[in-house]
Each structure stands twice: as structure tokens, then as C-alpha cells.
Nanobody
């Protein structure tokens, strides 16, 4: 129902910052819960951050708390991931996702999201 396109990835040195954007098109963007996932080489995809629809609840995986911030702009149909103090362990392909979640409890479950972007590469290296 939603088409998602990520942008903003790139190469950054440790300690640097990037802001990822995910542009959505389609209907009812404001009713979707949104999330960022990432997949590093040789690792499983993991949930990085989440932002709910009506209640705007935010969730983060432990390793990015205090460094990453998720935000959404319903008028523009965009979800952002602002990343600060990036570390080599953050290197991954980052994907945005959208789904009609009924509970924040399942925010990091891939199967809860029916709409996915194509991914954008983030590389953190000196």
C-alpha cells in the first residue's frame, strides 16, 4: 500500500553524523507505524528504531540509544533517522519499513511490516 524510498546513506568517519530519509507515497501514511532496520554483512536484519502512528511512541535498539533519533513528518510522508556519533558497528544497509502494528511490543519483528524500502548503505570507516 505504501511505496518507500530511502536516501541519505554514505561513507562517514567514526564520530560523524548522517540523516537518513525515507520518502513514502501512497495512502494513509499517518496511520502506519514506521521503523528502521539494518543488515550488516554476515548478520541478520535487526530493528534499529521505531515510531508509532497516533501515539508517536519511539523505540530504539539498545546500542543506538542516545545516538540515533527517529522522527516523522506526516505532511511530507517522510520518516527520518538522525544518526550521531556513528561507529564502525553501525555499518549496514538501512531499510525503512511501514506496517499497521497493533502493539508496540512487536516493533522489532520484521513480519509486522508489509512495506519496505530498497535500502541505503551506511559505511562508517576511517
Amino acid at each position: 500500500q505504501l511505496q518507500l524510498v530511502e536516501s541519505g546513506g554514505g561513507l562517514v568517519q567514526p564520530g560523524g553524523s548522517l540523516r537518513l530519509s525515507c520518502q513514502a507515497s501512497g495512502s494513509n501514511f499517518e496511520f502506519y507505524a514506521l521503523a528502521w532496520f539494518r543488515q550488516a554483512p554476515g548478520k541478520q536484519r535487526e530493528g534499529v528504531s521505531y515510531m508509532g502512528a497516533g501515539d508517536s511512541t519511539r523505540k530504539y535498539m539498545e546500542s543506538v540509544k542516545g545516538r540515533f533519533t527517529i522522527d516523522r513528518d506526516n505532511a511530507k510522508k517522510v520518516v527520518y533517522l538522525q544518526m550521531h556519533n556513528l561507529q564502525p558497528e553501525d555499518t549496514a544497509v538501512y531499510y525503512c519499513a511501514a506496517g499497521p502494528l497493533q502493539s508496540v511490543v512487536v516493533w522489532s519483528w520484521e513480519k509486522e511490516y508489509e512495506n519496505w524500502g530498497q535500502g541505503t548503505q551506511v559505511a562508517v570507516s576511517s
